[in-house]
Nanobody, 124 residues
């Protein structure tokens, strides 16, 4: 059984930092691209960041570039999202997901495995 579990969310003040983790079990995601998405209250879920199966390539939505960093361990067992200089507009439930399709994927429809989400709240 495949499980993808996020952790590391919480409450932080504006300008603070958090590191989200995503643990994958039940199969190896070594050949999968991985992504982070988020959903704010009353809004659609949106793409945040992507990392290639090799870990050599990353991509971010414009609003988080320079503040967020996506990474993974070599075995692709754990995915991370380091979030710095957090803003109230970053408040959302954050999800990690895995896609078996190669190349950059920002559409959630291309991701097969999803975690349950972890809440990030940034206070003004």
């Amino acid at each position: 059984q495949v499980q993808v579990v996020e952790s590391g969310g919480g409450l932080v003040q504006t300008g603070g930092s958090l590191r989200l983790s995503c643990a994958a079990s039940g199969r190896t995601f070594r050949s999968y691209g991985m992504g982070w998405f988020r959903q704010a209250p009353g809004k659609e879920r949106e793409f945040v960041a992507w990392i290639s199966s090799s870990g050599d390539s990353t991509y971010y939505r414009d609003s988080v570039k320079g503040r967020f960093t996506i990474s993974s361990d070599n075995a692709k067992i754990t995915l991370y999202l380091q979030m710095n200089s957090l803003k109230p507009e970053d408040t959302a439930v954050y999800y990690c997901a895995a896609t078996q399709f190669g190349g950059l994927k920002t559409s959630q429809a291309t991701y097969r495995y999803w975690g349950q989400g972890t809440q990030v709240t940034v206070s003004p």
